[in-house]
């Protein structure tokens, strides 16, 4: 299995004041951090190894995960520095410790896709990047994607349109390369990279029939914690 970098570095200002004292990740949900559940999540997928991209509070997170040996993962950290680099910035950073290809995922969201399903896509396609989408509808957050034909037609968060019936479901998987324009310590979005990545015709899509679940709404905590809940997770 693919490795993993987890994307955990941001402020979270929608949730405060819950996260003036911690980082978003170890958000508490029924009674446990959040991360507990994500690293749950990735052991039960066959991750073997993940890298937390890491800011804001950035040492809780360490001082709770460790080395992610009681999950059975090699975990280790890279740190944004002085100043915030943005989710693109964030993994130009730490392409060091990830290898030939590898997952991204966003430190506040719980995702039921088939990890295997999606590196096999993305392996075969032999393409530089894939995005996982799901047919949102304005559900839970804007619809961002106009997904047509099995393919990635357009992406554009901050200019949907009524085309876009489709939303990021959250899951990526990249090759270093993609990250190869980015000068050391650049501020840059992973939303401009795939949008780059995809006109390049360089952009695989998977397509996931379950809904997302995050934590970075008051609204997504309850959704979150009420979906474990019933799991009995």
Not at 164 to 172: A, E, K, S
């Amino acid at each position: 299995m693919l490795p993993v970098i987890i994307l955990a570095g941001g402020l979270a200002t929608r949730l405060r004041p819950i996260t003036e004292t911690i980082p978003k990740a170890l958000v508490e949900i029924n009674g446990r951090p959040f991360l507990d559940y994500q690293m749950r999540l990735l052991a039960a997928n066959g991750v073997k190894r993940a890298v937390l991209s890491v800011a804001y509070r950035g040492e809780m997170i360490e001082e709770f995960l460790g080395d992610g040996s009681q999950y059975g993962i090699a975990v280790s950290y890279s740190y944004d520095g002085p100043s915030y680099l943005g989710t693109a910035g964030a993994i130009r950073k730490a392409l060091g410790q990830l290898g030939d290809s590898f997952f991204t995922l966003y430190g506040d969201s719980y995702l039921t896709a088939n990890f295997s399903a999606v590196e096999r896509t993305f392996l075969d396609s032999g393409k530089e990047a894939l995005m996982t989408v799901y047919r949102n509808e304005g559900q839970f957050d804007t619809s961002n994607v106009e997904y047509f034909g099995g393919r990635i037609v357009t992406y554009d968060k901050r200019s949907p349109t009524e085309s876009m019936r489709h939303i990021d479901y959250g899951l990526g998987v990249f090759r270093p390369a993609v990250f190869a324009g980015l000068a050391e310590g650049e501020m840059a979005d992973l939303a401009t990279l795939y949008q780059e990545v995809l006109r390049r015709g360089q952009l695989e899509a998977f397509e996931v029939s379950e809904r997302f679940y995050e934590i970075g709404t008051v609204s997504g905590i309850e959704d979150t914690c009420k979906f474990l809940a019933e799991r009995g997770l």
